[in-house]
Nanobody
Framework: QVQLVESGGGLVQPGGSLRLSCAASLSIFAHCDGGWYRQAPGKQRELVALITTRGLTNYTASVQGRFIISRNNAKSTVYLQMNSLRPEDTAVYYC???????????WGQGTQVTVSS
């Protein structure tokens, strides 16, 4: 059973930065797309950033230019560097690993990010 463990969340002031990490128990990120999702209270979970097995990246419009997703296949880890954080970035952030062939879809337990002064 694959486990994804997120870390790096916390409380930060507006304009600050945080770096989230997602470590997999097995070397799956070489074979899976890695994604970061977030869910704020009362809202649906949304995709924040995605990195494919080929290293292509995609971001939701609200974080474009502020967040950077990256991966280290040797460490089976995906990162999310979050800069210029805003109060509206406050949410629980979840890591996801997904592939179609073979079919795989794994989620982490989530890490809280709170942006407040």
């Amino acid at each position: 059973q694959v486990q994804l463990v997120e870390s790096g969340g916390g409380l930060v002031q507006p304009g600050g930065s945080l770096r989230l990490s997602c470590a997999a128990s097995l070397s799956i990120f070489a074979h899976c797309d890695g994604g970061w999702y977030r869910q704020a209270p009362g809202k649906q979970r949304e995709l924040v950033a995605l990195i494919t097995t080929r290293g292509l990246t995609n971001y939701t419009a609200s974080v474009q230019g502020r967040f950077i997703i990256s991966r280290n296949n040797a460490k089976s880890t995906v990162y999310l560097q979050m800069n210029s954080l805003r109060p509206e970035d406050t949410a629980v952030y979840y890591c996801n690993a997904e592939s179609i062939k073979p079919p795989m879809n794994y989620w982490g337990q989530g890490t809280q990010v709170t942006v407040s002064s």
